[in-house]
């Protein structure tokens, strides 16, 4: 366990729901993060998060919308995706949005989009 | 932002030490060096962090050359449950994991 969850653990969804990933970090961390990885590829990051404020958008399709209320929880809405879309969603967190703060992965949320 | 290199895959058997390089030329004068494991379907965990020389904990140790434009990090007596990818992110406010290195352990 590493202090970081993440809801649901699988989706399945098709192009036209909606849908929402949770996750909650029980580390009093500031710093909160979305990535993709799809298969065989290398992670990618999606959005980070610093004290509850947007710091970075990596250039993400406006289907994916992040959410984070407060620095505990952050959200990832679905709507009309596509299946390339399918993917291990992670969650991260970290005391700082920096390099050398070491980021806490929650377990992904495996998404496949019909 | 200091880019890095890594070999894409590394061979090793059970019981063998791996060291594991990445290069990163353009390392800035505050960048630490982080390196994590990821197992299948799972997030990355992180494995050890340096700044300069030698840092050695219960997991591996990494070594940095006084000129840190490298590091290696040395997994001692590895066994299968090694097998992962490591990532190497250098850096200070960029956290994009480049393609790791594909360690596989054989018996």
């Known amino acids: 366990e590493t202090g970081v969850t993440q809801t649901p653990r699988h989706l399945v969804m098709g192009m036209t729901n909606k849908k929402s990933l949770k996750c909650e970090q029980h580390?009093?961390?500031?710093?909160m993060y979305w990535y993709k990885q799809s298969a065989k590829k290398p992670l990618e990051l999606m959005f980070v998060?610093?004290?509850?404020?947007?710091?970075e958008n990596n250039s993400v399709p406006s289907r994916f919308s992040p959410e984070c209320p407060n620095s505990s929880h952050l959200f990832l809405h679905l709507h009309t995706l596509q299946p390339e879309d399918s993917a291990l969603y992670l969650c991260a967190s970290s005391q700082g949005a920096t390099v050398q703060e070491t980021q806490y992965f929650g377990p992904g949320t495996r998404l496949l989009v019909l | 932002l200091a880019k890095t290199t890594q070999p894409i895959s590394m061979d090793s058997y059970e019981g063998q030490e791996v060291n594991i390089t990445c290069s990163h030329n353009?390392?800035?004068?505050?960048?630490?060096i982080t390196w994590y494991q990821q197992f299948p379907s799972q997030g990355p965990r992180f494995i050890i962090q340096g700044y300069k020389t030698k840092v050695t904990n219960e997991v591996a140790s990494l070594f940095i050359p006084a000129d840190r434009k490298s590091s290696t990090l040395s997994l001692p007596r590895v066994s299968l449950s090694d097998t992962a990818v490591y990532y190497c992110l250098v850096g200070n406010n960029d956290m994009r994991f480049g393609a790791g290195t594909r360690l596989t352990v054989k018996p």
């Open positions: 580390l009093g961390h500031n710093a």
């Open positions: 998060y610093n004290f509850k404020e947007q710091t």
């Open positions: 353009n390392i800035a004068t505050n960048d630490y």
